[in-house]
Every structure is written in structure tokens, then in C-alpha cells.
């Protein structure tokens, strides 16, 4: 079946430092791929996504590639902030056939990080 | 426009219990999922609702049901609560629930079974 594989965390950093957090996944057909984040007490906010190869999706200077030869979708950011600091999941959206994909996420582990200022 | 609205945010039951959780999906969403959250096993999928019907479901006991209601409006039930069912639970919702939507989540709602 599906399945994504993030990076080993936590993750802690100093401000403005680079950021990367590694995620595999492994799907049936074409899915899409998702980064979410959470924070303290609440739940999920989409952070980006994309819904095929070679897509890149960025959003509040994060960003994260479709690499479908390397079935990876790598989180970066150029300078964090301690407002970063969260847990960040990666998550892919099965494009198998029939109605295994409707509502269904599947979810990597999390990353919690933590930026110091 | 309003999230995706989850009541209550926090129950307390014993074993045996069983509970029911309400979520209220964004206006015009059509597609409401659930799921678990747990520190050990992380998210995990429950089942999706689209007009009424279960179209997806994960690996969980017959204990884990739900239904949605005309307006969208989906409960979930689980019944003789164990102490593993202690967790978050989040519903999301989407338009149509297609590979390539977008989920919103909820809040959720904190379940502790005592």
C-alpha cells in the first residue's frame, strides 16, 4: 500500500538557518503530494502542494519538488523563523484506481521543529 | 467563510463508554474525512463521507462508525471506548474528495478514555 517516510527529528535550529526536511514516498499510479503543518493545540493547515512531476510547490517561502525519479518531495525554506516552529508532515494522496483515494490522506510521521531565535 | 468546525474540543470518557463527535465542514464542501491522531501511530485515515455515503474507509474496528447528514454535517461514533482510543480526532473536508483536492482540518476534538 501507500506510504511516506519523513525524516528522523526533531529538528532545531538557529534563526535564518537553512531548512531541509526529507520525505520519500512510496504509491500505486500518480499521487498527489502535500506538506501540512501544526501547530501547538490545533490542527492541520496546508502548507503546499503538488499534483505531478517535477511541480513545485512554495508557499511562505517554503517550497518542496515532485521528484518522481527519486519518489521524494523534499521540504525547504532559505531562513527560518522562530514562527516556524511546528510539526510538519508530509502526506501524498493515493492516484490509484477506484475509491481508495477519496478523502484519504496518507501521512508520514512528522517533524517537529524547533527554531531558536 | 468559516473552517471547519469540530465540537467538542475536549471529552472524557471511561472504558466501555461510547461517544459521538460532531463536525461541520466548510460551506459547500461536500466531502468530510476523519481521522485519528495518536503520538504511537501518528494519522491515521478513518473513513470519508460524500452525500450521505461512506466511499472510503481505513483500518479500524466495526467500534469506529460515522454518518453525514444532508447539510454535510458528519458525526462520527465509536462504542465500548478502550484506552487506546484515547486521541485527536480531526475531520477535514474538501469539495468532492478527489486525488488532488486539498483537505481543511478542524481543530479537533481531544478524546481521553479514563
Known amino acids: 500500500g501507500d506510504s511516506v517516510t519523513q525524516m528522523e527529528g526533531p529538528v532545531t535550529l538557529s534563526e535564518e538557518a537553512f531548512l531541509t526536511i526529507n520525505c520519500t514516498y512510496t504509491?500505486?499510479?500518480?499521487?498527489?503530494l502535500f506538506w501540512y503543518v501544526q501547530y501547538p493545540g490545533e490542527g492541520l493547515q496546508l502548507l503546499l502542494k503538488a499534483t505531478k512531476a517535477d511541480d513545485k510547490g512554495s508557499n511562505k517561502g517554503f517550497e518542496a519538488t515532485y521528484r518522481k525519479e527519486t519518489t521524494s518531495f523534499h521540504l525547504e525554506k532559505g531562513s527560518v523563523q522562530v514562527s516556524d516552529s511546528a510539526v510538519y508532515f508530509c502526506a501524498l494522496k493515493g492516484g490509484g484506481a477506484g475509491g481508495t483515494s477519496y478523502g484519504k490522506l496518507t501521512f508520514g510521521q512528522g517533524t517537529i521543529l524547533t527554531v531558536h531565535p | 467563510k468559516a473552517g471547519v468546525t469540530q465540537t467538542p474540543r475536549y471529552l472524557i470518557k471511561t472504558r466501555g463508554q461510547q461517544v459521538t463527535l460532531s463536525c461541520s465542514p466548510i460551506s459547500g464542501h461536500r466531502s468530510v474525512s476523519w481521522y485519528q491522531q495518536t503520538p504511537g501511530q501518528g494519522l491515521q485515515f478513518l473513513f470519508e463521507?460524500?452525500?450521505?455515503?461512506?466511499?472510503n474507509k481505513g483500518n479500524f474496528p466495526g467500534r469506529f462508525s460515522g454518518r453525514q447528514f444532508s447539510n454535510s454535517r458528519s458525526e462520527m461514533n465509536v462504542s465500548t471506548l478502550e484506552l487506546g482510543d484515547s486521541a485527536l480526532y480531526l475531520c477535514a473536508s474538501s469539495s468532492s474528495g478527489m486525488p488532488n483536492e486539498k483537505l481543511f482540518f478542524g481543530s479537533g476534538t481531544q478524546l481521553s478514555v479514563l
Open positions: 463521507y460524500f452525500s450521505e455515503t461512506q466511499r
Open positions: 504509491a500505486t499510479g500518480y499521487p498527489s
